[in-house]
Nanobody
Framework: QVQLVQSGGGLVQAGGSLRLSCAAS????????MGWFRQPPGKEREFVAA????????YYADSVKGRFTISRYNANNTLYLQMNNLRPEDTDVYYC????????????????WGQGTQVTVSS
């Protein structure tokens, strides 16, 4: 069993930056590929970014490419999402995700989810 506890997020003006963290407990984070998703109200969770087990491979949605950076620090069991040049359309609830078998680029078959954290970008 893995517990993913998110922190960070909040309210920021357009053009600003935020960093989300996702701390894992229960099992070593290095055994999971990790990702970030976000969920607009009334819609499915959508892919934001993902990272492989050893950080060599990273993937981004086109909408965030060049602005967001996903990283992981296995030594302290933590996943990060650095979000720069934020836009009002980035406003959503963000979720971290752990997948033991594949890099999570869709919300199907995710093993564990974080509790979600609100990011609000004002114009």
């Amino acid at each position: 069993q893995v517990q993913l506890v998110q922190s960070g997020g909040g309210l920021v003006q357009a053009g600003g930056s935020l960093r989300l963290s996702c701390a894992a407990s229960g099992r070593t984070l290095s055994t999971y590929a990790m990702g970030w998703f976000r969920q607009p109200p009334g819609k499915e969770r959508e892919f934001v970014a993902a990272i492989g087990w050893s950080s060599i491979s990273t993937y981004y949605a086109d909408s965030v490419k060049g602005r967001f950076t996903i990283s992981r620090y296995n030594a302290n069991n933590t996943l990060y999402l650095q979000m720069n040049n934020l836009r009002p359309e980035d406003t959503d609830v963000y979720y971290c995700a752990a997948d033991r078998d594949s890099v999570p680029r869709n919300s199907i078959n995710i093993d564990y989810w974080g509790q979600g954290t609100q990011v609000t970008v004002s114009s």
